[in-house]
């Protein structure tokens, strides 16, 4: 696994825990949603071709849980 590179990620503070941030070094720039849609996809299918793959797994490897307020319905 030490050779493996992992692609660069996306990341939203305002989805993700305020503690990741300092963590959060290896992101794609600029903050277009569609974009960086457009970016993931490109980069699957440059590694599908690149590695002359049928299938890919792809591992979601970040933390999502922020912290929010209690709200009573």
Request: proline share 3%.
């Amino acid at each position: 696994m030490k050779k493996l590179k992992p692609l660069r990620g996306i990341y939203y503070p305002k989805f993700i825990a305020a503690n990741q941030k300092e963590r959060a070094d290896w992101c794609k720039k600029g903050n277009s949603k569609w974009a960086h849609v457009q970016q993931v996809r490109k980069d699957i299918r440059k590694f599908k071709e690149k590695n002359k793959c049928d299938k890919v797994i792809i591992m979601w490897s970040a933390n999502t849980e922020c912290f929010s307020k209690i709200v009573k319905g």
